[in-house]
């Protein structure tokens, strides 16, 4: 069975702290990798989408990697409205397309 | 170009009542996802739909739920005799052509579904 996990759950930053946060997965093959953000009361929305292991994207203060085992979202200097909650999600080979989501990194940023 | 629109946004229902939750993708879209999300379960699949074809319907419980994208009109979320475990939030997503698919699902607002 496909499997995505998040860590950690919560994370809590000074504004200009930079960080990481984890996805790491188990599938049979990887069709594709995604990161999504999630504000509060809202529905996600697309940030990335990586292919394959060494592929990295970067969006202003984000940037997404991947390698065969896990992805990164590394945020520089973050800033209060990166508060938001992170998902992870991927597709696997075969099958229709359907993402499977992590639960997610509830990020905070204090001023 | 209007985003994916979810309603109700807000839905209270009694045990035992019905809840239609209603889903119009993107301009363009032909495919349907709707997902439901616990605080302590993320999102979880429920359905995937393109017009008048259930895809796969693997995360949806046999009993009580059913879906439907008609060629007309919105795509519908149908859950009978609802009991509070249903409380969650609802979401619908769409996407242009699987084949053409970055991974990039536009997602609705959400129905929040309260069960008293």
């Known amino acids: 069975e496909d499997q995505v996990t998040q860590s950690p759950e919560a994370l809590r930053l000074q504004e200009g702290e930079s960080s990481s946060l984890n996805c790491s997965y188990t599938?049979?093959?990887?069709?594709?990798l995604f990161w999504y953000r999630q504000d509060p009361g809202k529905g996600p929305e697309f940030l990335f989408t990586l292919y394959s292991a060494g592929e990295e994207k970067e969006k202003e203060r984000l940037k997404a990697t991947l390698t065969k085992k896990e992805s990164f979202l590394h945020i520089t200097a973050p800033k209060p409205e990166d508060s938001a909650t992170y998902l992870c999600?991927?597709?696997?080979?075969?099958?229709?397309?359907?993402?499977?989501f992590g639960r997610g990194t509830s990020l905070i940023v204090h001023p | 170009n209007a985003g994916v629109m979810q309603n109700p946004r807000h839905l209270v229902r009694r045990r035992g009542q019905e809840a239609r939750l209603r889903c119009s993708p993107m301009?363009?879209?032909?495919?349907v996802y709707w997902y439901r999300q616990l605080p302590e379960e993320g999102l979880k699949f429920m359905v995937y739909?393109?017009?008048?074809?259930?895809?796969?319907e693997s995360g949806m419980p046999k009993e009580r739920f059913s879906a439907e994208f008609p060629k007309e009109g919105p795509s519908i979320l149908r859950i009978q005799q609802v009991v509070r475990g249903d409380s969650a939030a609802y979401f619908c997503?769409?996407?242009?052509?699987?084949?053409?698919?970055?991974?990039?699902?536009?997602f609705g607002e959400g129905s929040r579904l309260t069960v008293l």
């Open positions: 999600a991927l597709h696997a080979s075969g099958g229709s397309y359907i993402p499977t």
């Open positions: 599938v049979s093959g990887l069709r594709g």
């Open positions: 739909l393109q017009k008048e074809n259930i895809i796969d």
């Open positions: 301009k363009g879209h032909s495919h």
């Open positions: 997503a769409s996407s242009p052509s699987e084949t053409l698919n970055t991974g990039e699902l536009f």
